[in-house]
């Protein structure tokens, strides 16, 4: 059975993810546009966002890939990667990372 390419594109995200978070790296640049956390929305956010509850309801309005981690420090294993204009109503997790 062929992998359907949404899972694929999730999983090189989580890997990409699980490299930055390993090597330290931050990009120049933070993410462009609105991410709403549980309705809060961050403007041009950047780094770790802890999450209030969960599950919890991540719109992804900016332009870069974020990513849900076990936690709140956006240390542990990524749960959940969302592209730019992805919206998950329940995710699992305890904090957002954006580039």
């Known amino acids: 059975m062929r992998p359907r390419p949404a899972r694929a594109v999730r999983t090189l995200g989580c890997l990409a993810a699980a490299a930055v978070l390993a090597a330290g790296a931050v990009p120049a640049h933070a993410a462009t546009g609105v991410l709403a956390l ?7 956010p950047r780094g770790c966002l802890p999450l209030e509850s969960v599950p919890a309801a991540v719109d992804n309005r900016t332009d870069e890939t974020v990513f849900v981690l076990s936690g709140a420090d956006c240390t542990g294993e990524v749960t959940a990667v969302l592209l730019p204009g992805e919206a998950d109503p329940a995710v699992r997790g305890a904090g957002v990372y954006a580039p």
Do not use: T
């Open 38 to 44: 549980n309705g809060a929305e961050h403007r041009d």
